[in-house]
């Protein structure tokens, strides 16, 4: 199975901080990766698929780059709603695996 | 706005076996770019693909679950649903349905729609 691992596990920010969150693949999977957020007691919402497109309805705010087995998540300017728990997806092969979450908590 | 919205039990006595369903209204289970997939969700831990069903019926499941699980999809009633035997207390979690996307262009495929989840409880 493809591995994908998230850093930091948690971080603190406050509003209006640019923050960037990694995740990394233990193989290639090209751009098949995807970004989803999570509150508490929600269920998780796509944000960016393929690796670098905004779901439609997501704030341009948020972005994601790279390919291959690094990642990343970019939210430019933190707002008030952001904070919340951040996962990345692998859909490159079909054994689908997500990140162990990041968490995004107020500074 | 298609919504999908899981249900069943929410407590499960150990070596049973749980079914859950998800109910997809405001549009058609049988799309042929639509997929229709489970992932669960253990209190307080991160998010554990299930397994995942093509209208056509066609399967695929997490390895490490495969032997106990079984997805399956009635058209006829816009749902499918999942089985899980042989439950332990480590399958107590959230289960969430959600659609499975597929690009036609690129293959790229992400869960683009969730269920709101049902908590489910495996103890005597």
């Known amino acids: 199975d493809i591995q994908m691992t998230q850093s930091p596990s948690s971080l603190s920010a406050s509003v209006g901080d640019r923050v960037t969150i990694t995740c990394r693949a233990s193989?290639?999977?090209?751009?098949?990766l995807n970004w989803y957020q999570q509150k508490p007691g929600k269920a998780p919402n796509l944000l960016i698929f393929?690796?670098?497109s905004l779901q439609s309805g997501v704030p341009s705010r948020f972005s994601g780059s790279g390919s291959g087995t690094n990642f990343t998540l970019t939210i430019s300017s933190l707002q008030p709603e952001d904070f919340a728990t951040y996962h990345c997806?692998?859909?490159?092969?079909?054994?689908?695996?997500f990140g162990q979450g990041t968490k995004l908590e107020i500074k | 706005q298609l919504q999908l919205q899981e249900s069943g039990p929410g407590l499960v006595k150990p070596s049973e076996t749980l079914s859950l369903t998800c109910t997809v209204s405001?549009?058609?289970?049988?799309?042929?770019?639509?997929?229709w997939g489970w992932i669960r969700q253990p209190p307080g831990k991160g998010l554990e693909w299930i397994g995942s069903?093509?209208?056509?019926?066609?399967?695929y499941y997490n390895p490490s679950l495969e032997s106990r699980v079984t997805v399956v999809i009635d058209t006829s009633k816009n749902q499918f649903s999942l089985r899980v035997s042989s439950l332990t207390a480590a399958d107590t979690a959230e289960y969430y349905c959600?659609?499975?996307?597929?690009?036609?262009?690129?293959?790229?495929?992400?869960?683009?729609?969730w269920g709101r989840g049902t908590l489910v409880t495996v103890s005597s």
């Open positions: 393929a690796a670098s």
């Open positions: 069903i093509y209208y056509s019926g066609r399967t």
């Open positions: 405001g549009g058609s289970i049988s799309s042929s770019s639509s997929h």
């Open positions: 959600a659609r499975q996307w597929e690009m036609t262009t690129t293959g790229q495929e992400y869960f683009d729609l």
């Open positions: 193989q290639s999977i090209s751009s098949h």
């Open positions: 997806q692998q859909s490159y092969s079909t054994f689908y695996t």
